[in-house]
């Protein structure tokens, strides 16, 4: 029995050397919105186990199919299903906002989001990113910035009930601003409520990049990265001031689609690993 182990051992491929400096700190995975809108979970799966992506933010409204109409047991079908992969179902992506002055509507959509809340407990998620989309020209910006703040606050609360947080994604015109993101964290007050970072141009508006990102830095929850290879945007920067901010959670691609996926993913992941191994 020990030579037949001995044997087994030796007859085993070397694993190949990788040349990075160090392990990266933070996380890599991928969203759904665009790339990969049209897998279904088995798929997703697989192609991120092919290119090393560790996890995913399932958008809504794509052929996934994770949604709030799931019963129970289609709920845990889902969660065994990554449970048992080895990638890891970071989160769900909504489209809730809350800038609406339609007050009705407000709460609508706080009851929805809290359905989706309790989507991602029972999936196996630890969040649910929702948005800003905009400032609506008759109310008063404070205003507005403060509704969706206190709006943030109910959810902080719920979502901390349920084992999840909030993440809300620098997005919208005019909310994309990070000052306006600053204010509505600060009106949001809550530990479960952080910042989706987007890598917007307007990342660079006002007193520039760096002044923004020392204003959410220490709530900074997740990262969505447009294609690392654009050259009007700071990534270098960007992922020298998460390191350091210590910040160790998931860079998500947000990338257009491909006829050949697999492929941009591995070119991805290799730009991504090599501006780690710079830091």
């Known amino acids: 029995m020990v030579f037949a182990r001995t044997q087994s051992t030796a007859a085993e491929a070397p694993k190949p050397k990788i040349f990075l400096g160090r392990a ?42 994770v949604e709030v109409t799931l019963s129970q047991e289609q709920r845990a079908e889902v969660r065994k299903r990554f449970a048992d992969s ?45 948005r800003p989309n905009g400032l609506p020209k008759e109310v008063p910006v404070e205003k507005t910035l403060e509704q969706i703040g206190r709006s943030l606050r109910e959810l902080g609360a719920f979502a901390k009930d349920h084992g999840q947080v909030i993440r809300l994604e620098v997005h919208g015109t005019g909310t994309s601003l990070l000052p306006n993101i600053k204010r509505i964290i600060d009106f949001a007050n809550h530990p479960s409520v952080g910042v989706c970072w987007n890598s917007n141009p307007t990342d660079l508006a006002g007193d520039g990049f760096e002044a923004n990102f020392d204003l959410v830095k ?43 996926p697999v492929r941009v993913m591995q070119y991805f992941r290799a730009l991504w690993l090599a501006y780690q191994d710079l830091l």
């Open 86 to 130: 080895k990638v890891e179902l970071m989160g769900l992506g909504s489209a809730f906002d809350f800038h609406t002055p339609d007050q009705a509507k407000l709460k609508k959509d706080l009851v929805a989001t809290k359905e989706y809340i309790m989507l991602a407990h029972d999936v196996g998620a630890s969040g649910v990113k929702v």
């Open 218 to 260: 220490n709530k900074i929850f997740s990262v969505h990265l447009r294609d690392l290879s654009l050259e009007d945007y700071p990534f270098r920067k960007l992922f020298a001031r998460l390191n350091e901010a210590k910040f160790t959670g998931y860079c998500l691609a947000e990338i257009p689609p491909s006829t050949d």
């Open 24 to 65: 990266p700190r933070m996380k890599l995975g991928t969203v759904t919105y665009n790339l990969a809108e049209d897998w279904d979970i088995p798929t997703l799966i697989k192609n991120c186990e092919t290119t090393g992506f560790q996890g995913v933010e399932l958008r809504t409204g794509h052929k996934h199919g």
